[in-house]
């Protein structure tokens, strides 16, 4: 029996960001940039074990708009174009760099990064959903399913046909896209509030991921911290982040990703070359942003940079990781000292702080799952802990997130809080409409259809959050109030039952998120008491 | 108890972009704004002092692109012509609610109480603690429809209600909220004796999961991580 053991879970999300009627839009970039640097080199990464015939595996959710935006025609051939500009862009850049045979060793990294992102895939002709099926299949990697457009359970909730909703849905399109019902849940942000897990019960939801605090501050002391899961009083097991994992990962003063060695993600030609230069590989308009050729390693705190020297930091990421592997050795035979059963490691990330934050990250985590047995770690997803240990504590976890603070105040301050009315009202709206017409056909269904997409995508946590951030927050700001005024359109359609087949159309064709989206997912649980103090 | 109140910040929304700090940590630019969390119109309960968050912010993006709409961008409406109030949970010690308030519910409670007796009265958002019962009053102008509230009571259930002191003094209720439930800031007191751990091996677990830091804020002020707001990816700072 190994010491213990540690679940790696990699969170894939990005919010729905296809814009058909524009080239080159700058949100779409982030899709894009995704793909190259993260997803495909993480893809590559668990291919190798397989290769290698290493025991690695690990936990990966893939948002439905995430899953939906790698699927989508337009984008995969918008992305093949895009990749086709990086590689021109590598060409030009090696001749401009030609004299210099350190910034020339640089370009031609990044060269072999796109040529190899481009061979991989066409090797699965675009198809990353089905190359993820096939891994999970094959026993590599376990995926979680998660709520439809990465809604905040705990904010969003106070409609429960909503919350409702996002989780219902999440649900129907991870069986669409990966032909299996999930396990596991990855809760938005790890945003948990009590009763949300009868919410995922009720869809046979087994496990889910949540904030360290969420376990430690339950109903009842967790006898083992957050190294072992808590079942709900629902029967859904909670799994607790754990504090040290997280800190030596994304901390920015102590954490491995500000070594001097690493590459520094701020110095991007897309700022510092000539925009004539440029113009082709940047957003149309009179923009500059990332082009993620970024010659310069993080040096020190200064703004002198030293050129990158991709040797140096892969041995240093092999460092690292022999570094990590090392203190959750100590951490884990420390623990099992002490518990009587095996201690867990929940060790959960953003899937893209790999490759795309942390330039170095896929090659860090790769060494440490090639380390693991060494140290008598045994790598282990949730569903697999559970299969073995199956008898657990049961407790209800605290209301938490892994946001700043730990709690929902990322979500709800005073340049996003005004969003809540509108949501509240528009899901408890579709929960009545969904009741009221089960038996919608025609141009009604469409329009349900319609309005639970448009509500849907208004719901997003990703708007509140960057409207708090303060980037690109009126574009955010733009995408809550486009949806929900085509939902409050959609409303009046309803229910004066004189429908626009042209309006519904354009707005289908404009947010063709989940096809095949049941309305009626908005029926249960739509009864809402009135606000109004009963006098009488 | 209108003397617990203290309100502490009413600014304006076009206030709220003031100061925005860069703090170079590293070579990693993690950028910070610094800002009242709680913004608009906040009452404090307590009398602990409101947190300042850390916030990113950055500008680099130059020009935005517009989602693009079907209908011609209305506005969202300021009311729905539904009486209805909210009450949400912001974190252990603070709670955030919103109301719409129709005239018809206010002729109803007119009628009810005679207009002379209301038509001069003070509306207040009366916070009530249900687990001790206890209450506190807070004068708003119902027009403004939101409200920050600090009772500064981890694991307490709340509810809110908007209502209208009337000339003699009587309390009438016009709006209530759903309830909800603080969550806790630090760990149960309860044991399920069967999960049970000797106290010594619990403290040395909590302190090992919570980073070595003791019950309380402290748990979740992790730094930020690198590219801190950039883009919407990186959410789990």
Not at chain 1, 202 to 226: D, N, Q, W
Not at chain 2, 58 to 83: C, K, M, N, V
Request: net charge negative; proline share 7%.
């Amino acid at each position: 029996m190994p010491t213990g053991y540690i679940a790696f879970i990699l969170h894939a999300h990005l919010p729905w960001v296809r814009h058909p009627d524009r080239e080159g839009v700058l949100e779409e970039r982030w899709l894009f940039e995704a793909i190259t640097e993260c997803y495909l080199p993480l893809l590559r990464m668990i291919q190798g074990w397989d290769r290698d015939r290493i025991p690695g595996r690990i936990t990966m959710s893939v948002t439905p708009p995430l899953a939906a935006m790698l699927s989508d025609d337009l984008l995969q051939s918008r992305y093949r174009h895009f990749l086709g500009r990086q590689l021109e862009l590598a060409d030009r850049e090696a001749d401009r760099t030609a004299g210099d045979h350190r910034l020339s060793a640089v370009v031609a990294m990044y060269r072999e990064r796109l040529q190899a992102a481009r061979e991989d895939y066409d090797s699965c002709g675009g198809n990353l959903v089905g190359r993820l099926a096939d891994l999970a299949r094959a026993g590599r990697i376990e995926l979680l399913a998660s709520a439809a457009t990465h809604g905040y359970l705990p904010l969003i909730g106070l409609s429960r046909p909503l919350a409702r909703a996002q989780i219902r849905t999440g649900v129907d399109q991870f069986v669409a896209k990966f032909g299996v019902r999930p396990d596991g849940f990855w809760l938005p942000e790890c945003g948990f509030a009590p009763g949300d897990d009868e919410l995922l019960a009720a869809e046979g939801i087994k496990y889910f991921i949540m904030e360290t605090h969420g376990i430690l501050h339950a109903s009842t002391r967790p006898c083992y911290g957050v190294y072992a899961p808590l079942y709900c009083p629902s029967g859904v097991a909670a799994f607790g982040r754990d504090t040290e994992t997280s800190h030596q990962v994304w901390s920015a003063d102590e954490g491995y990703p500000g070594d001097h060695s690493y590459r520094e993600f701020y110095r991007d030609i897309g700022y510092e070359l000539d925009t004539d230069y440029l113009a082709p590989y940047l957003p149309p308009g009179p923009i500059r942003t990332h082009t993620g050729f970024k010659y310069y390693r993080i040096t020190g705190a200064t703004d002198h940079k030293d050129i990158y020297d991709p040797g140096q930091a892969w041995s240093r990421a092999t460092e690292h990781a022999g570094n990590f592997v090392f203190n959750r050795s100590h951490q884990l035979q420390h623990l099992a000292s002490v518990l009587d059963r095996p201690p867990l490691i929940t060790a959960p990330y953003d899937a893209e702080l790999f490759g795309h934050w942390w330039f170095e990250g896929p090659e860090w985590l790769d060494q440490v799952i090639r380390r693991l047995p060494e140290a008598g770690i045994e790598p282990i997803t949730p569903g697999d802990y559970l299969a073995r240990f199956p008898r657990n504590q049961v407790a209800e976890p605290s209301m938490s997130s892994w946001g700043y603070r730990g709690f929902n105040e990322v979500w709800l301050e005073g340049s996003n809080d005004w969003i809540y009315r509108h949501l509240h009202l528009a899901g408890d709206r579709m929960g009545r409409l969904a009741a009221e017409r089960p038996g919608a056909w025609g141009l009604e269904r469409r329009a349900l259809a319609q309005a639970a997409r448009e509500l849907l995508l208004a719901s997003a946590s990703d708007w509140p959050f960057i409207m708090k951030s303060g980037t690109v927050a009126s574009y955010a700001r733009d995408r809550v109030q486009g949806h929900l005024a085509n939902f409050i359109e959609l409303y009046r359609q309803l229910t004066e039952r004189r429908f626009r087949e042209d309006v519904i159309a354009r707005l289908e064709q404009q947010a063709p998120l989940f096809p095949h989206l049941d309305y009626r997912v908005f029926a249960h649980g739509a009864t809402e008491p009135p606000a109004a103090v009963a006098s009488d | 108890m209108a003397e617990f109140f203290l309100v502490i910040l009413t600014a304006i929304a076009g206030l709220l972009v003031i100061a925005a700090l860069v703090n170079r940590s590293g070579a990693r630019r993690v950028a910070a704004a610094h800002e009242p969390a709680p913004s608009r119109h906040t009452t404090e309960i307590s009398n602990q002092s409101p947190e300042v968050s850390d916030q990113p912010t950055d500008t680099e993006f130059g020009e935005l692109h517009e989602f693009p709409r079907q209908i011609d961008r209305p506005e969202l409406p300021d009311r729905y012509g539904a009486d209805q109030m909210k009450l949400m949970v912001r974190d252990p010690y603070w709670l955030h609610t919103y109301w719409e308030l129709t005239p018809a519910r206010e002729i109803r409670a007119e009628s009810e109480t005679g207009v002379e007796n209301y038509a001069i009265g003070r509306y207040v958002i009366r916070l009530i603690d249900l687990d001790s019962n206890h209450s506190w009053d807070q004068e708003v102008d119902p027009d403004i429809g939101n409200w920050y509230l600090n009772p500064g009571r981890p694991d307490t259930r709340f509810v809110c209600e908007l209502g209208r002191i009337d000339r003699h003094g009587h309390y009438v209720p016009l709006l209530r909220s759903n309830e909800v439930r603080t969550p806790r800031d630090r760990p149960s007191d309860r044991v399920d004796p069967e999960w049970a751990c000797p106290e010594e091996l619990w403290q040395r677990l909590y302190s090992r999961s919570s980073g070595g830091t003791s019950p309380g804020m402290q748990l979740w002020q992790r730094p930020a991580s690198p590219g801190h707001g950039q883009t919407p990816w990186d959410r789990s700072g």
